[in-house]
């Protein structure tokens, strides 16, 4: 089964309702393709038929059916916190830097974040979920990092697909925590898909633009991270 849809998410480039619609038909599989294909393939992968795949991302609606990655895949298996914010933060810009330094001093979360995200320069753990094919990122070189990806080699899939991928970005976290929040794809796609799946939420500080978009009961104000 491995094998099987790893054939498919390659043949249509990490393409999940086609992926799908081809398992639902038992179309024919490549044996002799599947050979070629993994030669071919510059970074490791797990499908969700493996022990390693994470079981977070079994629970929710649309799992990846292979995760493509480089560096630390043992990362998975540590619980882990994905934290969305401006980079530009100004209100909460004290509190968000200190509960930063916190959870990197007390080491008891990895890190989740999208591509696209600021947080690149701090010093913690990270699992860095991208929306665009695994070969477009360089080997990986420390313990401390890992990237994911559902689209293999240099798949660059139309726009209208990306935030799609924001629903493996909270369904592997743990818990979300949120600063200063405004009308943005990254944000709202986050926000939506950890409602969905019923993730633990926070917000740091007063700024949230989005209450009339969610439900804030389902948000916890905090200070810091002890609160967490």
Not at 40 to 48: R, W
Not at 78 to 84: D, F, G, H, N, Y
Not at 124 to 143: A, C, L, M, P, Q
Not at 188 to 204: G, P, S
């Amino acid at each position: 089964m491995s094998d099987l849809v790893l054939y498919f998410s390659i043949k249509y480039e990490g393409n999940f309702n086609k992926i799908y619609k081809a398992l639902l038909n038992k179309e024919k599989f490549d044996k002799e393709a599947i050979i070629k294909m993994k030669e071919q393939l510059d970074c490791q992968y797990i499908t969700i038929f493996d022990d390693e795949y994470p079981d977070e991302l079994k629970e929710i609606n649309c799992p990846p059916f292979v995760l493509f990655y480089k560096g630390n895949i043992n990362l998975l298996k540590e619980k882990k916190m994905c934290l969305v914010s401006l980079e530009n933060n100004h209100s909460t810009k004290l509190l968000l830097d200190q509960f930063v330094k916190d959870m990197i001093s007390k080491d008891e979360f990895i890190l989740i974040r999208p591509d696209r995200s600021w947080l690149f320069d701090c010093k913690i753990k990270t699992i860095k979920i991208v929306d665009r094919g695994i070969s477009f990122y360089d080997d990986i070189e420390n313990n401390n990092t890992l990237i994911i990806s559902e689209y293999p080699n240099f798949v660059d899939p139309p726009k209208k697909n990306l935030p799609f991928s924001y629903r493996i970005v909270s369904g592997l976290a743990n818990k979300v925590v949120l600063a200063q929040c405004y009308d943005t794809n990254e944000e709202v796609m986050t926000i939506a898909f950890a409602i969905e799946q019923n993730k633990d939420m926070y917000l740091i500080g007063n700024e949230f633009e989005l209450f009339e978009m969610f439900n804030p009961s389902k948000i916890k104000h905090i200070e810091n991270y002890n609160e967490i």
